[in-house]
């Protein structure tokens, strides 16, 4: 019941913890500041881990909420050039990180260990959303808007496509409920999806009142179901709350 926030505008982590109506906020860590915090995702043991674009490196939290380490030990050889988005894979052994200046997603362990390089081809320049789906790689170019998969040893696996969804700015997968969530811009609306691309249902309006957004560039859906709806154009983070209508929020 904690929500961390990655917040390149102000260059900190923000947490806020709703079970105790507490807020923290980290600026630095190893007595490094953040620089461009980006990519940040949680492991099913409550691990957060953060992406800095500037400084290189993945930074984790403990369960408790404190910091932990840096992924890739500091007097290590820089294995990431401008790190971008973070995946982990379904049996959280591997924390996949997108590398755009390299153009390739780098597969590491727990410990910070290069397992593996995935080549992306040019299309995909500029990744800026991951998600592992079905043991497979979600990577959502971020120029193009494309979104292609691939095996976790990069044997690439086609191109997803939703209908009526030409540039998708975000994405993510809703594993317990078993659908895709995408941001549709063209309609300003989030739009759910199954794995097969069928449409399930839609939420969301263009505006800028305080429930309505502009740009979506990020989606998380928490373990109850709340959807929440990063809109950076307008500074903040949307939360919707599932209904008892399937496919709605």
Do not use: C
């Not at 806020?16 to 807020?23: K, M, Q, S």
């Not at 993945?58 to 995946?87: H, K, T």
């Amino acid at each position: 019941n904690r929500v961390w926030i990655s917040d390149s505008g102000t260059l900190s982590v923000h947490v806020f913890d709703l079970d105790g109506g507490t807020y923290r906020e980290f600026r630095r860590v190893d007595g490094i500041p953040f620089q461009q915090p980006a990519g940040i995702v949680a492991d099913r043991a409550g691990r957060i881990y953060v992406v800095d674009a500037i400084i290189g490196n993945v930074f984790v939290f403990d369960e408790n909420g404190d910091y932990d380490r840096p992924l890739i030990p500091l007097r290590a050889p820089r294995l990431l050039e401008g790190p971008s988005a973070i995946a982990i894979s379904e049996d959280g052994a591997t924390i996949f990180v997108a590398d755009p200046p390299k153009n390739v997603v780098v597969a590491l362990n727990r410990e910070g260990e290069e397992l593996g390089i995935i080549p992306l081809p040019p299309e995909l320049s500029g990744a800026s959303e991951m998600s592992v789906v079905n043991n497979q790689i979600y990577v959502l170019g971020a120029i193009q808007h494309r979104v292609q998969m691939f095996s976790p040893a990069g044997k690439p696996g086609g191109e997803m496509h939703w209908d009526g969804i030409l540039v998708p700015t975000a994405f993510t997968w809703d594993a317990e409920r078993r659908h895709f969530l995408v941001a549709n811009p063209r309609l300003s609306v989030v739009e759910l999806l199954t794995d097969e691309g069928q449409a399930l249902g839609a939420f969301g309006q263009l505006g800028d009142g305080v429930d309505q957004m502009r740009h979506v560039d990020g989606i998380h859906v928490d373990a109850h179901g709340s959807v929440y709806v990063v809109d950076s154009h307008e500074g903040k983070v949307l939360v919707f709350a599932k209904t008892d209508k399937p496919g709605m929020h």
